[in-house]
């Protein structure tokens, strides 16, 4: 078998957890030749700890070798864009870290330009290689919730803003925050086991309460980077929204940070014959009646590994040509969603398609 030649553009945290583990341990003949970051010490550093690969600081300098087949992009969301744009237009295969981008005519341009260039990109909504996420869809596939009419997802936090004042929290670069950070994996995750439905209307509305004071913000633990009181905070901490779609109606409730100190991570699928609670990143529970009783069902099953299912996935696409479901096709609905969310709260009205 052939060598996929890889390049990882970016070498922080998603990287080194999911991206770089991934490739290593990838089962399609993956090979990683480009550690890229614009901060040497973290291209080099992924140098010396996978004793793979050459560490560069501009991605430009890569576009044209001819031996690179596939690219992670694994950067701030403020430059997705671009790098998958120039990519693609090199001739190489993309998969780029969610979100797509920062804004819904963002995601539309880097689609236009994988049409036109026939390479692949794939978006990094690792949930659509999750083995429970895949059981649910299946259920619902053969019916065994009956009509799935509606799903909410809760994905709230008590105190779980990420490097308050750094990249996470300023609206430029990451073009949101709780619903564009972790909403984005409950809302495509939704949307990939209801069968991707169009969307009909959406209204939201997004809060920055707890955050936007950011020296009078308390906090066990910050996940990111330590706090830069002098930096940007400009993004929301909680997001509510109903979404109306030719399927199922959705509702969501996000928060980064909370004054309700009970984290509660977790979807619903309500069917007329069945309904199911996932409880997110674990299994799931089915609710259904038999013989005149409620019956509680917990199935069991081997739980894969979801980043190393998406990394294989995308390097077996390349050779085979199939489409994944985290095509830019099917996540474009996707973000078209939360650009609505977001247009919603900031006009106060709700947004028809």
């Known amino acids: 078998m052939e060598k996929i030649k890889v390049a990882v553009i970016g070498c922080g945290t998603i ?21 890229c970051d614009i901060i040497p010490e973290r291209a080099q550093k992924a140098v010396e700890k996978y004793g793979v690969g050459k560490a ?44 797509a981008s920062r804004t819904f005519d963002e995601v539309l341009e880097m689609q236009k ?42 994905f709230r936090s008590p105190r779980s803003i990420p490097g308050l004042g750094g990249a996470f929290t300023n609206r430029d670069i990451a073009g949101g925050g709780v619903l564009i950070d972790w909403g984005v994996h409950f809302l495509d995750l939704v ?9 009909k209307t959406v209204s939201g509305t997004g809060y920055s309460k707890l955050g936007v004071n950011m020296r009078d913000y308390t906090y066990l633990s910050m996940w990111s980077r330590e706090p830069d009181y002098d930096g ?5 901490d909680f997001i509510t929204g109903f979404i109306r779609t030719e399927g199922p109606t959705i509702t969501l409730n996000g928060a980064w940070a909370q004054n309700i100190f009970i984290p509660e991570m977790y979807i619903d699928f309500l069917g007329d014959k069945a309904g199911v609670r996932l409880q997110y990143g674990e299994k799931f529970k089915l609710y259904t009646t038999k013989n005149g009783m409620l ?3 917990i199935p069991d099953f081997v739980m894969g590994n979801q980043f190393q299912n998406e990394i294989n996935a995308f390097l077996r696409c390349i050779r085979t040509g199939e489409k994944l479901p985290s095509h830019i096709d099917t996540v474009a609905i996707t973000a078209k969603i939360m650009q609505a969310l977001y247009d919603s709260s900031e006009s106060g009205r709700e947004i028809a398609f």
């Open 113 to 154: 330009v994988q049409h036109e260039t026939g390479k692949i990109l794939n978006i990094g909504v690792v949930n659509r290689f999750n083995t429970a996420v895949n059981k649910i869809k299946q259920l619902i596939d053969a019916g065994e919730l009956g009509e799935v009419y509606h799903v909410y997802a809760s």
């Open 191 to 199: 949307m990939y086991c209801c069968g991707d439905p169009q969307p």
């Open 56 to 99: 560069v600081t501009d991605y430009h300098d890569i576009l044209s070798d001819p031996e690179i087949t596939a690219v992670s992009v694994c950067t701030p969301n403020n430059v997705h864009k671009q790098i998958s744009i120039d990519f693609l237009r090199a001739g190489k295969n993309v998969l780029c870290e969610k979100p």
């Open 15 to 35: 990287a080194n957890d999911a991206h770089i583990p991934s490739y290593l341990k990838n089962t399609e003949g993956g090979e990683i030749k480009y550690f």
């Open 295 to 297: 019956v509680e069902e």
């Open 232 to 236: 940007v905070y400009n993004v929301e």
